[in-house]
């Protein structure tokens, strides 16, 4: 392995345990004092299917390939392991409100770690859709029933200066995170003044208060989308110009959706440019191996022949 590839491993590692971290802490802290609506056992089943999920199917890909599984070695490799699924299992619990029931926050944990495995880029292990917005999209569109934990309570048990000081956190610790660990600044910078566009735009065009279209951007949710959930660095473009085109794609087609009045435009805007950004790479894959296939033409029938 080259001295780039480490480093860039050791960033990767770094970002996730600091990632991890932040939203374990923000868990905790919602449902002890911010005021989750959701119950103790859901952000636990989620973990303990997240868990489950990624090992088992890394024995499996592991058999397949008949190559040691990666949590194998020492505690350590096992702790790192886990975190992407950590993360997902959290974001997912959070999000996502069920009532009381728990085997819908199953279904999406288990369907966002699954889409890692099954959804991959040609030739390459990496994927490409983000796993607990993948998750949270399927749940959304197979159970009409569930939806989206009220944004309030992020903020329910606050009033004052501490409405203020959270989103501010999270602001600049995310700011921090994506600037230090994944470079992903072009993106959220495209992200949020996409946004602002398109909502602009359709102020305009449907002569409606350009307030209630800029709303959004002052909830914690959309704080949270925007640094934690729209950057997840192993689906999103590495180079700044494709960064602010993936950014700029995701506002809008937020925006298309709101003129259709579809409903969680956040989770369906991302879930459509990573679709479309998976397509793009699977047909440029399969235009490459086109061109590469030699086509065999037969020699000429010539008259000495005949």
Request: net charge positive.
């Amino acid at each position: 392995m080259t001295t780039k590839y480490i480093l860039h491993q050791n960033k990767r590692l770094a970002g996730l345990r600091r990632f991890a971290f932040a939203i374990t802490f923000l868990n905790l802290l919602g449902h002890t004092v911010l005021g989750f609506e959701q119950s103790w056992a859901q952000p636990l089943v989620a973990l303990a299917t997240a868990y489950s999920m990624e090992i088992l199917l890394e024995i499996i890909d592991a058999q397949v390939n008949r190559q040691q599984a990666r949590f194998l070695g020492s505690f350590s490799n096992f702790i790192d392991f886990l975190l992407p699924a950590h993360i997902t299992a959290l974001a997912v619990a959070m999000l996502l409100y069920a009532n009381e029931r728990l085997l819908p926050i199953a279904f999406a944990t288990a369907v966002a770690i699954a889409s890692k495995a099954i959804f991959r880029l040609p030739g390459r292990k990496r994927h490409f859709f983000n796993p607990s917005n993948f998750g949270i999209t399927i749940t959304l569109l197979l159970f009409p029933w569930i939806g989206i934990a009220p944004p309030y309570q992020f903020t329910e048990n606050l009033s004052g200066w501490a409405d203020w000081i959270l989103p501010g956190l999270i602001v600049c610790t995310g700011t921090f995170l994506n600037a230090r660990f994944t470079g992903k600044l072009p993106l959220i910078l495209a992200w949020l003044g996409g946004f602002a566009l398109q909502a602009a735009l359709r102020s305009y065009v449907f002569e409606t208060p350009l307030i209630a279209a800029l709303l959004p951007m002052t909830g914690v949710a959309f704080v949270l989308f925007t640094f934690y959930m729209v950057t997840d660095p192993g689906t999103t473009p590495s180079k700044p110009l494709d960064q602010v085109f993936f950014g700029a794609s995701v506002a809008a087609a937020y925006g298309l959706l709101m003129v259709c009045h579809i409903v969680f435009g956040l989770f369906f805007a991302l879930t459509i440019v990573c679709t479309c950004r998976g397509l793009n790479f699977y047909t440029q894959a399969w235009i490459a191996q086109i061109s590469r296939t030699k086509i065999i033409v037969p020699a000429p029938i010539t008259l000495r022949e005949i």
